[in-house]
C-alpha cells in the first residue's frame, strides 16, 4: 500500500517535503557519511537530493516503500559524487589500510576507537560498506536495502555479516577492544 | 537472518555509537527554502483561495450577464439586417442609365418598355416646323408603347 506521504510528496506540498525531511534527513545524513563522504559533501548530497526530489516530485505517486525509495535515490547520488572523486577515494582507502597495519601492538601508537572504526570502514569493499551504512545508519531492514542496491536480502544480510567480521579483525588489530561496550 | 554471534554484534553496537552528528537547524532551513523555491506554487495555498475566486466570479457574472445579452442580441441584430444586403448585386454590376435612350437601347425586346425612339427622336412638334427654333421639351417617360400611343393620340 502506497505511503500518504508519497501522495502529498507527488501532490508538491510544500508541508510533505518538511515532514520527508524531518522524518529521514538524520539518518540520510549520518548513512552518506558512512558511505565515505565527508561532512560538507554530504550535506550538499542530501539538499541537492532533496531539490531534485522537489523537481521529480510526480515520481512520488508510484512508491510503495518511501524510506526504500529516499535510500536508492541517495546511493545513487553518492555513487556519482564518488564515481567524480574516485582516485581520491582509491589513495584514501590504501592510506587506511597502510595506517592499520602500521605498529599493530603498540599501545601508544593505538588511535582512537573512533578512528580505528572509521579506519576499518574505509578499507571495506565498497558493496559491504554501503549495506553497513544503510544497516546502521538508515535503519533500513535487509528487504529494504535488497530493495535499494538491487540484491536479494539474503544477499544484503550476508554481505552485513562479512563486513562485521572483517571490521573486527581490523579493529583488533588496532588495539580496539571489541565487546567492552556490548550489552 | 540476523542471527550474529556475540563477537559480531559487539561490532554492531560500537558502530552504533559511534558518535555522528545529525544535520543542524541552519541545514534544515536552507534545504527547505531551496525545495519551496523549486515548487512552483503551494497546492493548500491554491486549495484555501479557491472559494474566494469563485465568490469574486459570481459578483461578476449578475453584473456581466445583462452586458453579456445585450451584446449578443445587438450582434443578431446586425447578422439579420446584413443578410439581405448579400442578395443584393455587386455595386460593380449596377449599370447606371443616364439617359432615357440608353436604357431603351438595351431593352429592345421587352414590349411593355420598348419606346419608338426613332419615331420619338425624328417627330416634330407642329409648333417647330412652324418656325420656331426650339422645340418643346418632350417629357421623357419611360412608359409602355401602347400608354405612349395614347398619349400621341391624344396630342
Redesign the interface.
Known amino acids: 500500500m502506497a505511503d500518504p506521504l508519497a501522495q502529498s510528496l507527488a ?5 510533505a ?2 515532514e520527508l ?1 524531518d522524518r529521514l ?2 539518518r540520510l ?2 548513512t552518506a ?2 558511505m565515505g563522504c565527508h ?1 560538507t559533501e554530504t ?1 550538499d548530497i ?2 541537492d537530493l ?2 531534485t526530489m ?2 521529480s ?1 510526480a515520481n512520488f505517486a508510484a512508491v510503495d516503500n518511501l524510506d526504500a525509495y529516499v535510500f536508492s535515490a541517495l546511493r545513487h547520488a553518492v555513487a556519482r559524487h564518488q564515481q567524480r572523486r574516485r582516485l581520491e577515494h582509491a589513495v584514501h582507502s590504501r592510506v587506511a589500510e597502510k595506517a592499520l597495519q602500521r605498529d599493530g601492538g603498540a599501545a601508544s601508537s593505538c588511535p582512537s ?2 578512528e580505528s ?1 572509521a579506519l576499518a570502514l574505509a578499507s571495506l569493499p565498497l558493496e559491504q560498506r554501503e549495506v ?1 551504512a544503510l544497516k ?2 538508515g535503519g533500513l531492514t ?1 528487504a529494504e536495502i535488497g530493495e535499494v542496491t538491487g540484491i536479494s ?2 544477499t544484503a ?1 550476508s554481505r552485513y ?1 562479512y563486513a ?2 572483517k ?2 579483525v581490523l ?1 583488533i588489530d588496532t588495539c ?1 577492544k ?2 567492552e ?3 | ?2 542471527s ?1 554471534p ?18 543542524s537547524v541552519a ?2 532551513n ?3 527554502h ?3 523555491n ?7 495555498m491554491e486549495y484555501q483561495s479557491l472559494p474566494k475566486v469563485f465568490c469574486i466570479r459570481s459578483e461578476l457574472d449578475s453584473v456581466s450577464a445583462v452586458a453579456l445579452v445585450g451584446m449578443a442580441l445587438s450582434l443578431a441584430w446586425v447578422w439579420v439586417g446584413w443578410l439581405p444586403l448579400q442578395e443584393q448585386p455587386a455595386p460593380a454590376e449596377i449599370r447606371l442609365l443616364t439617359t432615357l435612350e440608353a436604357q431603351a437601347r438595351e431593352l429592345p425586346s421587352q414590349p411593355f418598355l420598348a419606346l419608338d425612339v426613332a419615331a420619338a427622336d425624328t417627330a416634330v412638334p407642329p409648333v417647330a416646323r412652324s418656325g420656331s427654333e426650339e422645340p418643346n421639351a418632350r417629357p421623357h417617360i419611360l412608359a409602355p408603347h401602347w400608354f405612349r400611343h395614347d398619349l400621341q393620340g391624344n396630342l
Open positions: 501532490a508538491g506540498a510544500t508541508t517535503f518538511a525531511y534527513a538524520a545524513v549520518k557519511r558512512r561532512t550535506e542530501v539538499h532533496f531539490v522537489a523537481r516530485r576507537a573512533d572504526l553497513v546502521i545508519d535487509f536480502p539474503n544480510a555479516r562485521l567480521e571490521l573486527r579493529l580496539v571489541v565487546g561496550n556490548a550489552p | 537472518m540476523n550474529l556475540s563477537e559480531l554484534i559487539a561490532v554492531e553496537q560500537l558502530l552504533k555509537q559511534q558518535e555522528s552528528d545529525g544535520p541545514f534544515r536552507r534545504t527547505l531551496a525545495v519551496s523549486v515548487l512552483p506554487t503551494d497546492p493548500v
